[in-house]
């Protein structure tokens, strides 16, 4: 089951990069490539266009999802989003790093990415702001085991034990 | 006119001050906020990166709520924007991800029909309200240098945000010229804050934030302007960390748009918002008076990066 999502990931992400023609133009324009060159969003897309493999060694998480690559590619391939695709393969196979794991942990905890504490809230009242309504923790748990989420964490988690170990 | 309003977990819990310029600028344009049990937009970088149908759905679960109750979502983070516009045209275009998503939502009682408008303080203002009407509410210009910061998840990608013109921005621009600011332009304007990378590599991202304030140095801003609560902490608490690490020397005042707005249309109890900030800038009282604009080290306690 998951290998076949896997499959069809990797088989559509070859689909959507195929008319890149090396141009660079993504490079160029990305920030991240200007001070930190092992992020390169043609020789990833390189790699799936002429060995069909989708580099996932760990640099796919440096992309700042910016979308500079996005706004300027001339075929209109959409860097950022095959970056976004290589990095929910790489979450599925237990590499995503910690701080994404704990973000969506935080998600699940308040339903919140910053997470609210005692402080934050006296600033609120302090300034006179209204109370925020929070979601109900029992929905967002369902999105979290509906959507498959609770597997990924889980995956990253045993790799992060395994690198203990 | 009433909206949903979606102000992020960032600006609810990390820059309330933010928040609190919004709600004391926006009746003054006949707009009512209305609060929802939202969750994070979420973020793309983490929860999108981790599961996109977890994203998707999730977006689509804080869209629903606006539209049970016939209300707009008005955003005032360009990282909330950018989430939810994106996962609304997702949702439009692909009919059988809508269905998957509203099989979870019906668990939850609540359907995605994609009737909600998806629209950011930014629009509002230069948009809908329009320049001559904000300029008709100015009782206190303020002259200073600055440049500003639309924020990518503002700018791009351009086929599906509509902000501005995402190569060459201007309307921020535009917005600041009416409260008797003076924009500068500057190299790296579309350029990242390097907000995005923050916790997975911070020093790239504190290196695309140097190469982002050199830029922005070069043309000797007295403050530099931001639509989003992400990109202040960047600019505002990042330049320290930034300064620190590769030993540069930046000390910029960062402002969110409605609290200058705020401070131009005279309104009570703007100090409370300028006690927030940690790199201060004494604003002119009046405009015979705008030579002196000093820029000091505060050690109020915004949130750190």
Known sequence: MTDDIQNQKLAALKETARPCFQCGICSSSCPVFRVAPELNPRISVDSIITKGVVPREGNEWLCAYCLMCDQRCPMGVSLAEILMEIKNISAREGKAPPDVIESAESLMGDGCLSPISGRSEKIRTELGLPYLPRADPTDVMKIFKATGAIEVIEANKETTQEATE | ?305
Request: aromatic share 6%; with cysteine; glycine share 4%.
């Open chain 2, 1 to 305: 006119m009433k909206y949903a309003f979606f102000p992020g977990c960032t600006m609810a819990y990390r820059l309330q001050f933010a928040e609190k310029s919004i709600r004391m600028v926006v009746p003054k344009f006949d707009i009512d906020l209305v609060d929802l049990p939202f969750t994070c937009c979420p973020e793309p970088n983490a929860i999108r990166a981790l599961s996109d149908d977890t994203w998707l759905t999730f977006a689509a679960r804080n869209i629903a709520l606006a539209e049970n109750e016939g209300l707009d979502i008005l955003t005032s983070c360009a990282g909330c924007h950018e989430s939810l516009s994106l996962a609304k045209h997702e949702l439009e275009k692909n009919p059988e991800r809508k269905e998957r998503v509203n099989e979870i939502l019906k668990d939850l009682g609540l359907e995605y029909k994609g009737s909600s408008v998806i629209i950011h303080l930014h629009q509002i203002l230069f948009d809908e309200i329009g320049i001559e009407t904000l300029s008709s509410k100015v009782k206190r210009p303020i002259p200073i240098k600055v440049v500003t910061h639309t924020g990518c998840h503002l700018l791009r990608p351009e086929r599906i945000l509509h902000v501005d013109n995402a190569e060459v921005p201007v309307k921020l621009d535009l917005l600041c010229e009416t409260l008797g600011m003076e924009p500068l332009d500057y190299m790296d304007k579309t350029m990242c804050c390097g907000a995005g990378v923050r916790k997975t590599n911070s020093v790239t991202s504190y290196a695309v934030l140097r190469e982002k304030m050199t830029s922005m140095q070069m043309v000797e801003p007295d403050a530099i302007v931001v639509f989003c609560p992400t990109c202040f902490i960047t600019f505002e608490s990042g330049q320290r960390v930034a300064n620190r690490i590769f030993g540069t020397d930046f000390m910029l005042p960062v402002f969110y748009y409605t609290e200058l707005l705020a401070i131009a249309m005279d309104l009570p109890d703007t100090e409370l918002l300028l006690n927030e900030h940690r790199v201060k800038l004494e604003l002119p009282k009046s405009e015979e008076s705008t030579k002196e604009t000093g820029v000091s080290r505060g050690d109020s306690m915004a949130s750190s990066p």
